[in-house]
């Protein structure tokens, strides 16, 4: 009788933990690398200065990104992970010639996230992403080619879905919203600067979606 009273004690520590097991807990470090692509809307406020006067042009239009951001976390508490979004990728405007342009970008920002499901396979997230962002734009269009150098701040707000496949793997789908606000530090047309009299800003505003590898190691 002691046997079987032992043996449906054990069964029932077993699955009790399984029961209780979380995705993310305290002392884990979370990994993810993935693929991203994204849509935007821009506004380009240009200010461009003769004889001391300055002239402000607003123009807008639209954007393509596409990425390859890198994420690691660790976790703090059960549901709550501090850690830092690591973004290079490309960025294209509507209006630009994907044969001239090859425009790239990088993302860098603080990023805390939170648990609002914390499964044993199955977690849902939310998080914030406080950084700044550098944008290279090179436009060989013949006659006239530009090479521009940005620079701002970004934020960003997301929300995403983790499946567990295994106890370190597992698949990522994220939604983002992104902002940017980006000043022209340096501009050059045809190799001469004209960064003296030409200046602006660039903001914009869209969503990203992004798939990734997670892996996680350790815990409590």
Do not use: C
Request: proline share 2%; charged share 15%; hydrophobic share 45%.
């Amino acid at each position: 009788m002691n046997k079987y009273i032992g043996l449906l004690i054990g069964l029932f520590a077993i699955t009790s933990t399984a029961a209780f097991a979380q995705y993310n807990e305290k002392g884990r470090i979370h990994l993810s690398i993935g693929g991203a692509a994204g849509v935007h809307a821009t506004e380009l406020e240009a200010k461009i200065t003769l004889l001391g006067v300055t002239f402000t042009e607003t123009s807008t239009d639209g954007a393509g990104t596409t990425s390859l951001p890198i994420q690691i976390g660790a976790a703090l508490a059960n549901r709550f992970t501090l850690g830092f979004l690591l973004e290079p990728g490309r960025y294209l405007p509507d209006s630009a010639d994907a044969d001239t342009q090859t425009n790239g970008f990088f993302h860098f920002a603080i990023e805390p996230k939170f648990y609002l499901i914390n499964g044993e396979r199955v977690a849902w997230t939310a998080s914030l992403q406080v950084g700044g962002i550098g944008l290279h734009i090179q436009d060989d269009t013949p006659g006239k080619v530009v090479d521009a150098r940005l620079s701002g701040t970004a934020f960003g707000i997301g929300t995403g879905f983790v499946y567990a496949l295994g106890d370190h793997v597992g698949l990522g789908f994220d939604l983002r919203y992104m902002t940017t606000n980006m000043e022209i530090r340096a501009i050059e047309v045809n190799d001469a600067s004209i960064t003296d009299f030409y200046g602006g800003t660039l903001r914009t505003a869209g969503v990203v979606a992004q798939l990734s590898l997670a892996f996680r190691f350790g815990g409590d």
